[in-house]
């Protein structure tokens, strides 16, 4: 089994920053892809970023410019600095891995439990 722990959330004013953070453990060979999504009440959860192992990188085009996502191999771990924030951004923020348990089997999907982001004056 496969944990994803986020953490960084949090209030910001408008203009401000917050860095969050996924931390994945468990039964890990590798992980292909790590990212983030967001999901604002009522709204249908979106993709904000994505990386790949190899530093393929995507942006959701509200975030391009304000967002950076980036990862650390070593500790399984995916960051997303978010710097400008508007109050547009607030949402919950959830953490999304593909790992691979060993060499012989297939990747799954996991999900973290989310991190409210609120960016309000």
């Known amino acids: 089994q496969v944990q994803l722990v986020e953490s960084g959330g949090g209030l910001v004013q408008p203009g401000g920053s917050l860095r969050l953070s996924c931390a994945a453990s468990?039964?890990?060979?590798?992980?292909?892809?790590m990212g983030w999504y967001r999901q604002a009440p009522g709204e249908q959860r979106e993709l904000v970023a994505r990386?790949?192992?190899?530093?393929?990188?995507y942006y959701l085009d509200f975030v391009k410019g304000r967002y950076t996502i980036s990862r650390d191999n070593a500790k399984n771990t995916v960051y997303l600095q978010m710097n400008s924030l508007k109050p547009e951004d607030t949402a919950v923020y959830y953490c999304?891995?593909?790992?691979?348990?060993?060499?012989?089997?297939?990747?799954?999907?996991?999900w973290g439990q989310g991190t409210q982001v609120t960016v309000s004056s």
């Open positions: 999304n891995a593909d790992v691979r348990p060993n060499p012989s089997r297939r990747s799954n999907n996991y």
């Open positions: 468990g039964s890990i060979f590798s992980i292909n892809v």
């Open positions: 990386i790949t192992s190899d530093g393929s990188i």
